[in-house]
């Protein structure tokens, strides 16, 4: 597993990123919990806003969006987790 501390500043909207995905979405479990600000996760099945002080799941199939500067603790396997990084930042 990998602890990751996580910020994205206001507005910032990870959809751009995941596009090649499948489903155009981050296609791999995370776990973690919100210290601040609010972010707006969308799926195939709608949109679910978490807050600071939230524990989260994000089940495969999921695009992020910072409604607020947002800190947050995820939690992910690693394999899963660095393939989904080396595609955000184009080193795959």
């Not at 596009?19 to 707006?40: A, F, I, K, V």
């Not at 996760?41 to 994000?58: H, L």
């Not at 695009?63 to 660095?82: H, K, M, N, Q």
């Amino acid at each position: 597993m990998t602890v990751a501390f996580m910020h994205l500043p206001a507005g910032a909207d990870l959809s751009p990123v995941l596009e090649g995905l499948p489903g155009d979405l981050c296609p791999y479990p995370h776990r973690g919990y919100l210290l601040e600000g609010r972010m707006e996760m969308r799926t195939k099945d709608g949109v679910e806003v978490y807050e600071a002080g939230q524990a989260f799941y994000w089940s495969p199939g999921h695009a992020p969006r910072a409604l607020e500067d947002t800190d947050y603790v995820d939690v992910s396997p690693t394999r899963e987790f660095d393939a989904v990084i080396a595609h955000v930042t184009g080193a795959d």
